[in-house]
C-alpha cells in the first residue's frame, strides 16, 4: 500500500508528465507549420516518450493499490520566435523536471517507501538523458547560428530519430 502523500505527488507527476507531452506536441505543430518537419519529428517522438513516462507512474500507480486521478492539463504555447527557442526551453524544461523526480526521491525516502524509491532510479537516469539531449540540440544551433544550410542539415538528422516503444523488461506495463 502506497501512502496518501506519496501518492498525491505521483498523481501531479502524472499531470507533469502529461503536460510535457502536450509541451513538445505543441512544439511539434510548431516545427511543421514552419517547414522542418526533422524538428517537427524529433518533437513528436519526445511528447510519445512523455506520455509513456506517465504511463509508467499511471502503471506503478494502480500496481501499489494507489488511486489514478486525473487533473486538467495546463495548456502549452502555440508558436515560438525562432527554430532554437523550443529547444532552449526544452533543456530548461527537463531540468525543473529532473528537479520533481529528485523532489520524488526524496519524499520516498522520507515516506520510508523503498518500492517507490526504487522505481524512482530509472527516471533519475533517464533525465541525464533528457537533459542531454536536449541540451546537444541547443549547442548545435547556437553552433550553426543563422546558416540555413546547417539549419535543413541538422533537420535532416532529426527526421531519423525513431519512437522505441518500452518493453516489460523496462519496467512499463504493456
Ligand atoms: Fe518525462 Fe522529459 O521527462
Not at 519529428?41 to 509508467?56: C, D, F, G, I
Not at 553552433?143 to 522505441?164: H, N, P, Q, Y
Amino acid at each position: 500500500m502506497i501512502s496518501q502523500k506519496m501518492q498525491e505527488a505521483i498523481n501531479d507527476q502524472i499531470n507533469a508528465e502529461l503536460y510535457s507531452g502536450y509541451l513538445y506536441l505543441a512544439m511539434s505543430a510548431y516545427f511543421q507549420d514552419i517547414n522542418l518537419s526533422g524538428f517537427a519529428n524529433w518533437m513528436r517522438v519526445q511528447a510519445q516518450e512523455e506520455l509513456m513516462h506517465a504511463m509508467k507512474f499511471y502503471d506503478f500507480l494502480a500496481e501499489r493499490g494507489g488511486t489514478v486521478v486525473l487533473q486538467a492539463i495546463e495548456q502549452p504555447p502555440a508558436t515560438w520566435d525562432s527554430p532554437s527557442t523550443p529547444f532552449e526551453q526544452a533543456y530548461e524544461h527537463e531540468v525543473g523536471v529532473t528537479q520533481r523526480i529528485h523532489n520524488l526521491v526524496h519524499l520516498s525516502l522520507e515516506e520510508r517507501d523503498y518500492a517507490t524509491n526504487t522505481f524512482l532510479d530509472w527516471f533519475v537516469n533517464e533525465q541525464v538523458e533528457e537533459e542531454a539531449s536536449a541540451d546537444a540540440i541547443v549547442r548545435k544551433l547556437s553552433l550553426i547560428g543563422s546558416d540555413k544550410s546547417g539549419l535543413f542539415m541538422i533537420d535532416r538528422e532529426l527526421a531519423t530519430r525513431v519512437f522505441v516503444p518500452p518493453t516489460p523488461a523496462d519496467g512499463a506495463a504493456g
